[in-house]
């Protein structure tokens, strides 16, 4: 007796959800029954359902009897049906919250019964409509001005130049830098804020790194060249190995070839500037060890 008092006690608290507090009314109010079954992992829910005054001592023993006799959960919660909620809306809100809290938090299966006190009709809640969102007048898009274009213009040089001290080999540099003027012209709305509050467009490097905004360049992705310099970046890194008797220069050229074959397309994968380096990442892994 002593073990079975305290599982009943242990299922007295069923959630967060089971206590509603008594409200006087004459009329019918609605109700909802629920109960979990802690060694099953599965809880059991009643639709909603009014219940009058006279009857609300007695909607707790029936869902019990239920609970008993059709599911065998033998200790039940002191007060598994509650209610008379104030409104049919709250008595709704509990019960989803109850299903959510089992079902979400708990990872168990819940099973939603037909059944309610004497046979009364369940309780259908109406979903509320959305509310639609605020009506905003779209931005206006960004307008490149004369002078936005004249400076992007007179920054090709400085593109350029910057192509040829970090990305030689990967890029035609006069194609990396109209890349660049192509970017600004058609990117008038990319601006970065500094620490006074001032604004500048981003400089050639951030757009490299990808810090905010991102160069696409994939008008300047060409395969051969690409090849030819993830092959060149691998066998100066293996030069060593093979010097070393680390590895033999057949597995260094047989890697190297593979990378520089798997290159091209993982850069095209995406395109942007600052995927160079990852790009030549997943191409050695997927080529394997080369020792393999």
């Given amino acids: 007796m002593r073990s079975a008092h305290l599982l009943s006690a242990s299922l007295i608290g069923l959630s967060p959800f089971m206590r509603v507090s008594r409200v ?7 109700y ?3 109960t979990r079954d802690f060694s099953k992992r599965v809880a059991y829910v009643s639709p ?12 707790n023993p029936a869902w019990n009897q239920v609970m008993t006799s059709q599911y065998g ?11 008379p909620y104030p409104r049919n809306t709250t008595a709704d809100s509990m019960r989803t919250q109850f299903i959510t809290y089992i079902e979400n938090t708990m990872k168990q299966k819940v099973v939603q019964l037909n059944w309610t006190y004497n046979g009364a009709a369940p309780i259908t809640v109406a979903a509320a409509p959305a509310s639609p969102p605020p009506a905003t007048a779209p931005a206006a898009p960004a307008v490149i001005t004369a002078a936005d274009k004249q400076a992007a213009q007179a920054e090709v040089p400085q593109s350029k130049a910057y192509c040829e001290q970090n990305y030689a080999g990967i890029f035609d540099c006069d194609c990396f830098a109209q890349a660049v003027l192509h970017h600004r012209l058609a990117h008038p709305e990319e601006w970065e804020v500094l620490k006074m509050g001032e604004k500048r467009r981003p400089p050639v490097h951030d757009l490299a790194i990808g810090i905010q905004y991102k160069l696409d360049c994939t008008e300047c992705l060409d395969d ?18 093979v010097m070393t008797k680390l590895i033999t220069q057949a ?19 995406t395109p942007t500037l600052d995927k160079v380096q990852p790009a030549m990442n997943e ?6 060890n080369p020792r393999g």
């Fill in 251 to 269: 597995q260094a050229d047989k890697y190297a070839d593979c990378v520089a074959k798997a290159f091209p397309g993982k850069l095209r994968a």
């Fill in 283 to 288: 191409a050695r892994i997927s080529c394997g």
């Fill in 32 to 34: 909802v029954c629920m």
């Fill in 24 to 30: 006087a009314a004459q009329s019918p109010g609605p």
């Fill in 73 to 83: 959960i033998t200790a039940l919660p002191y007060q598994s049906c509650q209610g």
């Fill in 48 to 59: 909603i359902f009014n219940v009058a005054p006279a009857d609300a001592m007695k909607v």
């Fill in 224 to 241: 051969q060249r690409l090849s030819t310099w993830a092959r060149k970046t691998v066998e100066g890194e293996m030069s060593q190995q």
